[in-house]
């Protein structure tokens, strides 16, 4: 895998976010200036400790909150170098057909069922036939090992089940890009290990670029090829998988600079560290926990 111009799907440069602070006193910058590539056909994990702003930054890729500094850069060949921060409406959504995302939740419609959840964007973004929408429907719940639940409500779905369907939702329109946000969250560990092992299946056989968001590291060094580490808001360091491996197996008595035993600290869920104070967090992170993650932040630019 090379990282030319031509291998680069998606350029995030220089991304700021702020958000107001609760009590009215200024903001608090969530992202400080990141800056990365995806390269197609890739799965790059996003990973990082509660409040160091993956979220924020997943929520920017996919144009649920406009940056306040910086570009997001999405390129493919038929449409050129489309900056989805700076665009007009009517491209964003042009571009948002040819990403899919699966929600931590699944987000599944509680009132359809598994096919017409994921009839809903045949539906509304083609002008395919009813028949067709048929086939296709089964065709992608059948490459979740679905098709036999097709007929239920979400209700009546385990949380593996709701994530699968999820992802057949996510993969309707034959998205070049797959977005994950948490996929492993709420499962056991054999449950989370099918859904990373069909995750990578979906990869191999779509020939799609995959941006894995997560904190569950099991689930992030089976399916990774690259790997970026969020620390407040910025990147504290990117590459490839067996570099973080190192890490985590290292000695910490070997490793000479804050960054690495912070990476070390963060991979192996050390409860001491440079990532946390006396009170076992840093400061950083208890006000994006008590702020942006239970929605008391507001983004400065809203």
Do not use: W
Not at 89 to 103: M, N, Q, V
């Amino acid at each position: 895998m090379t990282d030319k111009p031509d291998d680069i799907v998606l350029a995030i440069r220089d991304v700021v976010v702020r958000f107001d602070r609760p009590d009215g006193s200024g903001t608090i910058t969530v992202l400080n200036g990141v800056s990365f590539d995806v390269i197609r056909g890739e799965t790059l994990v996003i990973m990082g400790g509660s409040g160091c702003g993956k979220s924020t930054l997943l929520n920017c890729l996919i144009g649920e909150i406009e940056p306040d500094e910086g570009k997001i850069i999405y390129r493919f060949p038929d449409l050129g170098d489309v900056d989805l921060a700076h665009c007009d409406r009517r491209t964003a959504d042009t571009l948002r057909k040819r990403f899919g995302i699966l929600f931590q939740s699944g987000a599944l419609f509680s009132s359809m069922t598994v096919a017409e959840n994921v009839a809903l964007l045949l539906r509304e973004h083609t002008d395919v036939d009813k028949e067709i929408i048929d086939i296709v429907v089964a065709m992608k719940l059948q490459q979740v090992h679905m098709l036999e639940h097709r007929d239920k409500k979400p209700a009546q779905l385990s949380g593996g089940q709701k994530k699968r369907a999820g992802l057949a939702r996510a993969t309707a329109l034959d998205p070049e890009i797959l977005y994950y946000d948490e996929p492993s969250a709420g499962l056991d560990p054999v449950t989370s290990t099918a859904i990373d092992h069909l995750m990578m299946d979906l990869s191999q056989k779509l020939h799609v670029t995959s941006v894995v968001v997560t904190h569950e590291m099991d689930s992030a060094f089976r399916i990774a090829d690259r790997m970026v580490m969020l620390e407040q808001g910025r990147i504290l360091r990117m590459g490839p998988r067996s570099e973080f491996e190192r890490l985590r197996d290292a000695d910490p008595e070997t490793l000479s600079t804050r960054d690495d035993r912070l990476i070390h600290q963060f991979l192996r869920g050390d409860a001491t560290g440079p990532l946390t104070d006396a009170d076992g967090m840093s400061l950083y992170e208890k006000l994006l926990v008590d702020g942006e993650e239970s929605g008391v932040f507001r983004h400065a630019g809203a």
